[in-house]
């Protein structure tokens, strides 16, 4: 991470970041806050608290004087995974937190919000505090894609379809044609280089030797995909991973995540504005790492490696349509350090470094990420069996 | 099931009921009501809807003239477990049901209730009608304990303790001396008898030959139990049924589903009204039936069997204190058929009957059921293992 | 438990027991007699080896001069389920236990036999000791019959249908009518009455009130049931108890446990004598308690309770076709204690006691069990979705 | 795959490698040829059956005149993981196949390698046959690791510490100090390059960038690992990758998989040879990635990549020591295809390209690697916490 913005500037930037976040659970009731669908995600009432949870136990209790704990229960409650930090509630019982309700999360958001600023107004000139600032704001965007992934999950289980949002967006009549575009191969330079933000598995900056290679120039729809579907391909098994294919015989596997066929054969998918006839056009997401391979192998293609995604977005980006902004594009790259990689010390060390194992990376961004928020050498994450986030797929050869 | 009363007080026991349900809820939050802390506890909100939709499925669906859903999904949504009338949600999802919110659920109970008692006054004389309505409401209030147990389940997750209802009762310093009550053995008629109302499995009335026996004339107490723990009695495998002690063995079975030894090693419980020091002088309760035939065991003692427990509370149950309001008493017996029995037909029929099979009988009423409710011939029913109800121990010899 | 046979005839007793058991094994290989098909089930060596070490540890350890184990760590090996002995290997690792091999096993048969005929000859007027011999010699039948019910499960998991025993028995071509004995109600007598052997689950005889009832003559045919699931019997919820409708919905309660349909439609069972087509005149075994109850409920009749069965079969059991040596009858009652039961002190203590929670009670007998094992008071019993024992249906009304 | 040997050496050779497997079940008996411990490992005789499979299937099937299988059933029974193939007997079911015995297996095994052999000698010119016999006979070579891997680990669950071989070899007193062997950076080509044979999963050779290194110059020993876990390195989350953690907290991982400390404290291994002290001077074997890269952490290095631990086994290979024969050694590179790897068609082709997904590449050889099996570039794998395969830790920085 690298030093940010000047002061004002870092104060104007936090209360944007922050409101966004509260801005999210808007159209959401404090029950829509406080439900679990699944271990993998976390209520909203969760993402608010433990996103301000972040600033209190990583700035404030470091550098407020006289730091006083909101709630002496929170540390321990709304801790995610930081085992240097102590003590966490179980992940998979966060849905049953129904107290603090959300009037006091927001409270708690207040308070905070209200101590960071007086702290960060009595320390201006302090580059490492307001890289810690930086990181923290960060981290909440994060959090506010997963807020977005984990209420749909949580309102795709309800036999209702509510949407949270009813304005559907306008969408083009049809995809543009899919084209292939050369890469020369060749050492490429990886990671990030700017003067900005990044995060510490961006770094550092490395050599690799790529072979040359071809990105298609736009992402699989869902009508490429349905194509594939009614092809019989989630039942040829010489087109899957072995891990996929078990699932797909177990019948867990059929079609992506938010696709059903009604009573009268026709697909529809479920999407934050409720659940409409599957738009062709649109790239297909909330597919698994092993959908996304055996589609590209169906496709005669495959998918790139993130130093593919990588390098091409940086030497001719301009002409692959799709990069940012519509889903995250599953590479073959399993996640894992860069060459000299060292995490920071202490908790925040755990931040990145200790997933590093059987998840596979995604590049991109997608249509739930904050503007401003990734760039080329962003690395995602998740297993390969992940569906529940806007995953899509681009096609390598 | 006899017919009921007067068609004025049924409008009125009807309001009545159908208010306290309501008024269970008023010291939680919407979020409270909407959460699900295990597959056999279910939301608050459920409840309310759940207990609703009884009114609205079994009675206005076939009486009321030009019958109209409140909402076409609610049928099934919440239906709990009858076949009869279709498809039904998976239990363990009733917690990701934020929508209909709580709001909507209480228009849902208002707008059933205007139209049964509209119903109602049109069909004064109709006595079939009439005992649908009174099921309906025993049924609700089976659903008013359960809101209590379940509401408390929910609560003990939460770290923070949070209390039910702070205010707590005064409770006395000591209990009673326990002694023996002798009954004569014969035959006895076992089942309901009176011209009220009661559950299909309380019939039919029917003979059983009993031995002499003597039941405690009181609970087991807080205090008879911890002498048990301490005495070593769940490691002691001579003790427990081979299931039970597979949970001591496991670790899953150490104490009372709510005590906790303190960092100063003092046994505490959490109660309906926050975490207190454990009060020696209460009726253990929240143990299974494993632990109530260990305890049992250990003191020398056996448990009753549900016929011994309703010989006794008939013949002179006057000198059996606490045989209602404090706990449900665990029973040796099974939960079967009385010889006989015939549900009656339709979905009705699967009120009680296809629970016959790997559950036990409890006895008497514990301090969540509503006044009124149980009687004698009353058979509440569980499967060994669990916990959250109000379940304590009666002894017998 | 009451005293035995005279001396000699007690030694001879004792030869023919262990000496059948070993010829339980003749047609099986020493792989057959290794493999363990899931945990409720035991290799052959293991009931070959716990049989034998019953008689080490309850009676040459207990009663010979100089006791030396066979092998020190056979005490914890062969243990089923007896605390009171100490530490015992896991049940569902049975068949990992490769060496001992069969050789050995039957070493220490031979070994514990010659020793167990040299405590007897100079023991010969102990009473005790007598009654004790006895006990092991039933414990050793009642594994005799598991060792049949545990070879047809493993060689049911093997796809080329290997028979135990290639010579298939005739059977009668058509079953009687089925026609109903009536028995008239009243006080009956209920547990072991005679003089010889009995388990202590069969006593203390003890009083029971019956009404009167009706037992069917015969055993539910292949052809019976085949009618049931004809008629959708599996497919009707109403006929279910709700534990058996979840299987019968998840797909894993289809038909009895070694029917198949082959791929021309016909039903074919599998048994100790390999595959066959289905035998319609041969009672229906191999079916759980769910299905028993609901095949009852579909025949407009139900399942006997074990006091009525026992009561018809000692009043005119004559006309009662079938009682013995087919299969085992499921009744409706939950196993449980006897009123005054107490089982014996020490490890023994723990042969049925421990039990007596969640299982129904079967009686009869089967084609499995030995010559003269079982009488009208014997209490066998299972859980209730128990299907591998040879296990049918009697109806009563 | 490349073209193999002349005819007279591919017949001594197929003769030398098929009787080789037999001559590994050599001490075993039977039963412990029968038996799976758990679902990874598979039975002896399994490995027996499967191999003669494999030319049957693919071979003879294919190529002999008039084929006709040895046993129909065989085709499915014996499929390990081939869809191409057809139907497959479920894998965690494998140790319940009593039948066919070993004596048929043997059986079967010496008709194939008749059959075999003669179709050999009437094709001797056939290139494209005897690769397939080569790859046949490096497949069975596979398998006999696996052999002695999954036997020690059956073993291993018998609680008589039973030796597959009692003849320990002797080893070295001390293990040679660890200093550290340096390599340039630059690039790299990766993949076999030789004549002879190799997977398909080795190719293509294909060009890597490689940062400078450093390389251990032995494997870690148990004695160096013991400092980690007397360090307290078990209990460090700081060390280990998140997944690895939880399996520490959880009790399931405290130290390799066959040590064990004795009643005396003292830590003992399990081993082919039996259960010995353990030997601080042999290298630490039977831990996972997760217990690798904390060792490695906890060392102040990491593990190496697969490319650094070839490109460092071609370039100066004499001075690492212990790069073949004692243990596979855990990269920390998943296993993905090469740059442009294509599978074969057909069945064949699911041999490696299908298991590419959340598995961990191991590279060297073990002790029970079959001479001259192994080579620089050949590639194992396993997932990250297998631990039953001799896996072991070289260290890199």
New interface residues.
Partial sequence: MRAPLDPELLCRRFGEVRRRSLALAGPL???????Q?MADASPV?WHLAHTTWFFETFILERHEAGFKPFHP?FR??FNS?Y??IGAK?PRA?R????????ALVRDYRLDVDARMLRLLDSRAGDAALAELVVLGLQHEQQHQELILTDVLH??A????Y?AYDEARPAFPASAPALSWRGFDGG?ADIGYAGGGFCFDNELPR????L?PFELASRLVTNGDYLAFIEAGGYRD??L??????DQACAGTLEHPLYWRRDDSGQWREFTLHGEHALDLALPVTHVS??EA?AYARWAGARLPTEAEWEAAALSHGGSLLQMHGHCWQWT???Y??Y??YAPQPGAL??YNG?????QYVLRGSSCATPDGHARASYRNFFP?GARWQFSGIRLAR
Same sequence: chains 1, 2, 3, 4.
């Fill in positions: 009731s404090d029950e829509d806050c406080t439900a669908s009432k229960a321990v409650l995974y085992n240097g509630h019982q849905g049953l937190v129904t107290r603090p309700g959300m949580l309102l289980q309800n036999p209702l509510p050492l490395h050599r690799q030797y072979a098994a010489s899957w991973l072995s891990e996929g294919w790492l092993y391979d073959s790259s399993s894992a350090p060459p000299g060390g755990e200790k997933f590093m194992v059987n390969a």
